[in-house]
């Protein structure tokens, strides 16, 4: 992608082309909304691949948008859900992706930026944002080159580092640095011991073009770029024996720093993905998480730029996504305090281990990091409400159609499964899609479980539940008048 018809004025721009700033770009794409990425590398390669792989729920918002088939393509279906070293096996749970799926995010990225392009959204390389001012009409934004640009508003996806939110004033607070890893993709003239490493934090396996994928523990934490004596040296001290490893692709370091944004949003400058959290990248959550925020986010910020909803609808996304950033936080200082080898870590990660290996608490820790059990706190309501919405199988007069086929316009669908005719959406024609259909079968959520079938759902464009009920009980229209804005008159 270049500089396809850059403009110095957008609705928004995006600070970052990564997958937080390519899946946020691609939502208000799709909601017809101009939107620009900013973005320092001059192409979409990446020089290392942190994150590893997908998680299901990821999957699933990819599939929403009709677009799952190109990653699942290019990588293999695996249980990549793990806490503390165990694996946890989500081939039970009630979802079309019921595993993982083995990706490198630089062909993530590769394959969601094709995406991006297709859409139209151009993207201005080899320039950062510097600095920004905000005032009653937009946010004026300096580039790196000396240029400016100017927006409605500004979504910095612009990294840990972020200077989006430095400069906006928001606070970072969490935990520092205590132990620094190697991450790598090398040759090695011995084979190695494969998979994680018990109380390190790390492990190896394969890795693209027939190379090894290796993460370890260095002996002591250090700063800097790392060299392929600090990687020999964290592996002797790990494994015994530096298995020979020659050839690095690359190799980078990262370290257990932990913080949160203190708020996603101060007026109108907004923050995803690791702008607005980071930790360690055990567990694969950096990547599906900032993804998700990116779908969160999109759909709200498009109505409130196109004037459909008011301004506050933005303050859902702080309220719904701090706290799963906040989770993820929590499960990240949970594995790091787990990763001890001392005789006494050594039996509470024998003991969390165990509890695992039991059917319900194995089904809470996969949901969780499986991304399948967020459940926004929408207030009391059906058991659906707040939830995302399960994949169904309908019957429609069209034919038969999937939940997730209704979702590929990122657009909210009001499903009714009564009486054909029975609901009345028409104050917001143009912005609800209305589908009739009918389903025979269980409902049942992960980790949750059965729930009973309601008469008609609102379905929001990010696949989470804003409504679920009777229509004859009154509640449909306040919830599409607070979610997709106010009733037009007859």
């Known amino acids: 992608m270049g500089d396809r018809g850059a403009t110095n004025d957008h609705a928004v721009v995006v600070a970052g082309g990564g997958p937080t700033g390519m899946m946020l770009a691609a939502e208000l794409a799709l909601a017809g909304v101009d939107v620009a990425i900013v973005e320092r590398r001059a192409t979409q390669d990446l020089d290392g691949s942190r994150a590893r792989g997908l998680h299901s729920r990821t999957i699933e918002v990819l599939d929403q948008r009709g677009v799952a088939d190109r990653f699942l393509d290019a990588g293999y279906a695996a ?192 923050l995803a993905g690791d702008a607005a959290h980071v930790h360690p990248p055990q567990g694969g959550q950096g990547l599906n998480v900032g993804v998700q925020d990116a779908v969160n986010l999109g759909w709200k910020l498009a109505q409130v730029v196109l004037g459909t909803s008011p301004d506050d609808l933005l303050d859902t996304y702080h309220a719904e996504r701090h706290p799963v950033g906040a989770r993820v936080q929590r499960y990240s200082l949970a594995q790091n305090a787990l990763r001890a080898t001392d005789a006494r870590t050594d039996a509470l990660r024998d003991t969390v281990a165990d509890l695992l290996g039991t059917d319900e608490p194995r089904r809470r820790y996969a949901g969780m990091v499986a991304g399948l059990d967020i459940h926004y706190d929408l207030g009391a309501g059906h058991p659906l409400l707040g939830r995302r919405m399960p994949d169904l199988d309908l019957a429609t007069a069209q ?31 143009g912005r609800v899609d209305l589908v009739d259909a009918s389903y025979v079968g269980r409902w049942e959520l992960p980790v949750v479980g059965p729930v009973a079938a309601p008469a008609a759902v609102v379905i929001r464009p990010d696949g989470h539940v804003a409504w679920a009920g009777d229509p004859g009980d009154g509640g449909l229209p306040d919830a599409l008048t607070a979610w997709f804005g106010p009733p037009v008159p007859a």
């Open 399 to 429: 034919g038969p159609r999937r939940v997730f086929d209704l979702l590929h316009r990122a657009r909210p669908v009001v499903l009714n499964l009564g009486t054909p005719g029975g609901v009345d959406v028409s104050p917001w024609a």
């Open 79 to 270: 249980q990549v859900q793990a806490f503390a070293g165990v694996r946890l096996d989500i081939s039970d749970f009630p979802t079309r992706f019921n595993h993982g799926l083995a990706l490198m995010q630089g062909r993530f990225e590769q394959i969601l930026g094709g995406w991006v392009e297709e859409l139209g959204v151009p993207v201005l390389r080899r320039r950062d944002a510097t600095g920004f001012t905000q005032h009653d009409g937009g946010v004026d934004i300096e580039l790196s080159d000396g240029g400016s640009l100017q927006a409605a508003y500004l979504v910095g996806c612009d990294g840990g580092r972020s200077m989006v939110r430095k400069a906006a004033g928001i606070d970072f607070p969490g935990w520092d640095a205590t132990t620094s890893w190697l991450i790598a993709e090398v040759q090695m003239e011995e084979e190695p011991e494969l998979g994680v490493r018990p109380g390190s934090g790390g492990g190896i396996g394969p890795a693209d073009d027939g190379r090894i994928g290796v993460v370890v523990t260095e002996p002591e934490r250090r700063v800097g770029d790392p060299t392929l004596d600090d990687l020999r040296r964290a592996l002797v001290d790990v494994y015994g024996t530096d298995y020979g490893v020659h050839t690095p692709a690359w190799i980078s370091r990262f370290t257990d720093v932990t913080r949160q944004a203190a708020t996603y949003r101060q007026g109108r400058v907004l």
